[in-house]
């Protein structure tokens, strides 16, 4: 854990902002990017559509597979777009 809290402080000592999206077993990302201090230099908002429709709701539309890589990058887009929104005078990125 020692490593990732060091990764999340350069994170938030970073210019970028984002809002972090996350479903399944990814959403203790959330609470452990959230735990170290400073995260609200880089974290606009963070979601956590889970259930089906939460995440049709969240698209705007039912994927046609709600674990597959085109329904993963429609979120993704969906928090780059809303980051670039909130903020237009940062930087919004995309972690990975």
Known sequence: MT???????KIHNSPFR??????GGGTNAISNILKVPGASQSV??????Y???SIDHYLLKEPDHYCSL?????????AYSAAKKIDQ????????
């Open 3 to 9: 490593d990732q809290i060091e990764i999340i402080k």
């Open 18 to 23: 984002f809002v972090i999206v996350s479903s």
């Open 44 to 49: 606009l908002e963070a979601h956590v559509p």
């Open 51 to 53: 259930a089906k429709e």
């Open 70 to 78: 085109d329904t993963t990058l429609s979120i993704a887009a969906k």
């Open 89 to 96: 005078s940062s930087h919004p990125g995309i972690f990975t």
